[in-house]
């Protein structure tokens, strides 16, 4: 098992928890976030639109502030933090890497789907130029079979990658699945490895305590569950929990609980619980960020939510599909008018 300061843990909850508050984070809230989870000793904090720099549009959700003025602020307050940046190449770009280290990003994380990792060749290698610490993110890692999983990894590795991650963007993966992944990374790449969990099948803690033993040293989390579907593993719970067991992140624990209690608490607009759409998430395997985008739909076409999900589930449809949420819907209500009339 791993010990002392060998797990570093990067806080979520300003870029996967925008999802959850339909991308309405204010330079205040993220202020106030920052400096605590700065005081808390969080190695990084990843601030960014939910799906990752440009990502505001009305295919993906408007942000209320740009990005960038966030990403200055959560520099501004972090003199221990390293403040990461999410980039899906095809949405975000070159210069939008540039001007995030220009502002003081020390992080860039470059996320593609599990299978195309081909496309983070010249976004990983900018990172590199700036001088930031890379991260390659493989999203959607239970949509590949472990041999194709660790062929992308190493396809990123050799693109310069400092860490690669396994995402488990659905919170679909169970634990033998983690681990047998994990494992297999272990064997092939020979740089950090990650893990990034959802919890909406309550397994993101129990998912993240077995990718460490099997030898990642990179968890994400997200304080009071503040993320996309059923938010990540908690941050502050993973911190409890590794102390126990003897691992130490250098985080602050009551620092956390201080900040989950009083900070975050107030902006969350529901509790994260794992309710009946985030449990569809993860049982049809569909990116987190899907849920509000499906409840909207199930709306105007006055059908069931956890339809749309399946279906996109069946459809093996990925992060960047956004678009086709309403095309699905929209023939989910025809079949249904169909049936009542016949």
Do not use: W
Not at 79 to 108: C, F, W
Not at 121 to 137: D, R, S, Y
């Amino acid at each position: 098992m791993t010990n002392k300061r060998d797990i570093y843990i990067t806080e979520v909850a300003l870029r996967d928890g925008s999802h959850a508050i339909a991308h309405q984070f204010t330079v205040d809230q993220v202020l106030k976030v920052a400096k605590a989870l700065n005081d808390a000793n969080v190695p990084y904090i990843e601030v960014s639109h939910g799906d990752g720099l440009a990502g505001s549009s009305l295919q993906f959700g408007l942000s209320r502030t740009n990005e960038m003025e966030l990403i200055e602020a959560a520099v501004s307050v972090a003199d221990k933090s390293k403040i990461a940046v999410l980039q899906i190449p095809g949405i975000g770009t070159v210069k939008e890497l540039k001007e995030a280290a220009r502002l003081g990003a020390k992080m860039a994380r470059i996320a593609t789907h599990v299978t195309e990792a081909d496309v983070a060749l010249q976004h990983i290698a900018a990172a590199k130029e700036l001088g930031m610490e890379t991260v390659g993110f493989l999203m959607m890692s239970h949509m590949a079979p472990v041999e194709k999983l660790a062929e992308q990894a190493k396809l990123m590795e050799s693109y310069g990658a400092d860490t690669v991650y396994v995402v488990d963007s659905a919170g679909a993966l169970l634990p033998n699945q983690v681990r047998e992944r994990i494992h297999v990374l272990k064997q092939i790449v020979d740089i950090n490895i990650g893990f990034h969990g959802h919890n909406n099948l309550s397994l993101a803690m129990a998912n993240s305590l077995v990718a460490i033993e099997e030898g990642a040293t990179r968890i994400d989390g997200s304080v009071r569950c503040l993320g996309a579907g059923a938010g990540n593993t908690q941050t502050e719970v993973l911190v409890a929990v590794l102390e126990r067991m003897g691992i130490q992140t250098g985080v602050d624990l009551y620092k956390m609980m201080d900040l989950a209690e009083d900070i975050i608490a107030p902006i969350l607009q529901t509790p994260q619980e794992i309710t009946r759409d985030s449990l569809t998430l993860g049982y049809a395997g569909v990116y987190s960020s899907f849920a509000l985008h499906a409840k909207r739909a199930a709306e105007k076409f006055n059908i069931d939510s956890r339809d749309i999900l399946i279906e996109l589930g069946k459809r093996k449809v990925v992060g960047g599909q956004e678009d086709m949420i309403v095309d699905v819907a929209a023939e989910i209500a025809k079949e249904k008018h169909k049936a009542v009339s016949r």
